[in-house]
């Protein structure tokens, strides 16, 4: 194994501040034995106690010691760098220290709190902990963020309605848009919809205006039947391209990139639930049924005076192979209660069966529900492990089913009408996916950074998900979450410019010999091939690189590291905890 | 390799600053108790753990290595679960080589809210590494 790194050992001037925090940490850790052992290294120059280290005279009192005492490092004991790596590092700004040369020390969370009935062996982690800090802070080196210009132009994929709404709101704030479209209308799943709750106005007819209104922009260009082919540049200043219908490319450079694919209705097998006899088609077909005949219901020209809904097909399996289709897809219990009571304001004779596992017409879409079941809509339960038999004889369609709320108690129905409730399935989206490489969760849709705090930003900085190409989402919450993007898009590209995040892998070319190993770790096109001097070496973008560290595992070398992680810096931490006195 | 003055064994944690790390803040956010001989280190993935970090912690006096994995939780990665075992056996094979016990290394999921799992974790961990018998320095 090659040696690692070694950073040239200069004296440093260090300042530790070990907090109290009211008593959360100084009631299970002995912090003035702490601060004493840490005062005996020769890089600290100076430490304290404190009461609360976040408190406005606390960071007063912090940024006068970096100032008087030339500190070019500072460690703070206290709480999780979840809650105040932010806070001191802004504290750290203020006084002249660069940011980059803070380290916090987490003896609350994972020391205090964690070992409240053994102050001895508390008091023992937290200085291994405080002594890890100044380690870590020894080999810390200032660092700036990288300031990036910002074009103010953005390409949003998907002219659904989650596209279309988003494109009008970026264009409000002046922005360029640039919807690419792959089918030959916009509009997506949401036009081909009957009437939506709750104004009963058509899918198409809310989907038309928002098309009308985006023609009607100077400053969106919507193009449809075209593909996004190309990515590459970063933040700011992605360049792309886009193929035309007519084959053509058009190349373009935009500041940020909204993904707002959609889904595609779960597409049954055959003989899943009946599919494939016929009088079986699911709710999107019915829907599509009823939009272009709304006033008579019948199929291939037969009446039809009995339906059944089989809810949650394609939604809430078990865990298996491939893609997980364990999710609930939503939108499907409420839109099917609202078909129902739709048809049965128009065919109040219609006996309509609902087959459901469980009901989830959450919120306002509660009043849906109700309805159905007020205009004499009959609801009978099925369980996951008892699903209902849908067959087909000389009699026409025949359903059966055990009744889970009468203690299994057979049921057999004979519908004109079977309609498969289907959820909301991933699109496969393999060439967008080739191109723009985001995470993909397990359930095939695209993955946030967070689910509650950033829902629609993922790790690719300047590329957002939105609507349900994220996940099974209603038009409501599609809507929500364009909007979200487009205000994150805002806030990025209206300021002119954008900063990153400066711990990102570098290469120390002296170690390289380049084998390819960490461009083939890096999913985000980040390292290139460069001569140092006479020799191949590795070279990493910064403002590509997302600082995970994939490529430092697999160097065989030790010759790339992130900074803040580096591998002198890993290195002192762990002999610094592995020191067993005081 | 030497057990903490109390004869406690002496793991070292790699956790990852958006999982694991908040599900072991959430172990003392919720007095969840453990040894004082776990102690952690956090980075910023878990495929991003270099093979030779475990090997210097468990020739430095570290018993027991454990690597939280982010798995399908991870937001940078899509196989960050494949990559962190990828890790996790290039450290076993080197320690084997070094005639030490890759049973001191272990890994297994922490999500951001899994304190108990974390817990069990290191009180089972901590059970396996007393069993072990001091080997040979390497």
Known sequence: ?582 | MSASKRGEPRILVFSSNPISDMGIDLAGSSHLEYSPSVQVIAVPCSSGVDPGWIVHALQTGFDGVFVSVDGNDCAYLSDCLTRTGRVVAEAQNRLRKLGLNPARVKSGGICSVCAEVFVNQMGQFGRALAQLTVPVEG
């Open chain 1, 1 to 582: 194994m090659t040696e690692p790194e070694q950073a040239p050992k200069v004296p440093r001037r260090i300042g530790v501040v070990v907090c109290q925090c009211g008593g959360n940490i100084s009631d299970y850790v002995d912090t003035e034995k702490v601060r004493a052992e840490i005062a005996k290294d020769p890089d600290v120059v100076s430490s304290r106690v404190e009461m609360f280290a976040c408190s406005d005279a606390a960071q007063q009192a912090s940024v006068q010691e970096i100032r008087e005492k030339k500190l070019d490092g500072l460690v703070v004991c206290s709480c999780s760098p979840k809650l105040h790596l932010a806070t001191f590092r802004a504290m750290s700004a203020r006084a002249g220290l660069n940011p980059y040369e803070y380290t916090q020390v987490n003896i609350r969370e994972q020391c205090s709190w964690a070992h409240t009935h053994d102050r001895e062996g508390a008091t023992g982690k937290a200085l291994r902990l405080v002594r890890a800090g100044v380690a870590h802070t020894e080999g810390t080196e200032p660092l700036q963020r990288i300031r990036v210009e910002t074009i103010p132009q953005v390409l949003v994929i998907g002219a659904g309605v989650a596209g279309l709404r988003l494109a009008l709101a970026l264009s409000d704030m002046g922005l360029s848009v640039h919807l690419v479209e792959k089918s030959d209308h916009a509009g997506g799943n949401v036009a081909r919809w009957g009437t939506l709750f709750p104004s009963d106005r058509s899918g198409e007819e809310v989907t038309g205006q928002l098309i009308e209104e985006v023609r009607g922009r100077q400053n969106i260009q919507l193009y449809l039947r075209s593909e996004l082919v190309e990515k590459s540049g970063r933040v700011g200043a992605f360049s792309v391209r886009i193929r035309t219908g007519t084959g053509d490319t058009i190349p373009l450079t935009v500041g940020a990139i909204v993904v707002a694919t959609g889904f595609e209705p779960y597409q049954p097998a055959q003989g899943e639930f009946g599919y494939g006899l016929e009088g079986v088609v699911t709710l999107p077909e019915l829907k599509e049924m009823l939009a272009k005949e709304p006033r008579s219901l019948t199929y291939h020209g037969k009446e039809v005076r009995t339906i059944v809904y089989v809810y949650c097909v394609g939604s809430r399996l078990p865990e298996g192979e491939g893609v997980q289709r364990t999710y609930c897809s939503r939108y499907c219990c409420s839109a099917t209660s609202h078909v129902s009571t739709t048809l049965n304001s128009v065919h109040p004779e219609l006996h309509q069966f609902h087959l459901f596992r469980d009901i989830r017409t959450y919120g306002r879409y509660e009043s849906l529900y109700e309805g159905a079941r007020r205009a004499g809509s009959v609801f009978l339960r099925y369980g996951e492990e008892d699903p209902p038999e849908v067959s087909r004889d000389d009699q026409g369609l025949l359903v059966r089913l055990k009744d889970r709320l009468m203690a299994g108690e057979p049921v057999e129905i004979r519908p004109d009408l079977v309609v498969l409730v289907t959820g909301m399935a991933p699109r496969p989206n393999e060439e967008l996916n080739r191109v723009l490489k985001l995470p993909i969760g397990t359930d095939g849709f695209y993955r946030e950074i967070h689910v509650k705090l950033r829902p629609v930003e993922t790790v690719v900085d300047g590329v957002f998900i939105v609507g349900t190409a994220q996940g099974p989402k209603n038009v409501a919450e599609s809507v929500a979450s364009s909007l979200a993007a487009g205000s994150k898009t805002g806030a990025l590209l209206l300021r002119g410019h954008v900063e990153l995040d400066p711990q990102v892998a570098r290469v120390d070319p002296t170690l390289c010999t380049w084998c390819g190993e960490c461009q083939a770790a890096c999913p985000y096109g980040a390292i290139d091939r460069v001569l140092y001097g006479d020799k191949e070496v590795a070279q990493v973008s910064p403002v590509l690189c997302k600082g995970e560290g994939g490529c430092v595992s697999a160097c065989p070398k030790q010759a790339v590291s992130v900074l803040g992680y580096t591998h002198s810096q890993i290195t002192a931490m762990i002999d610094a905890l592995a020191r067993e006195e005081a």
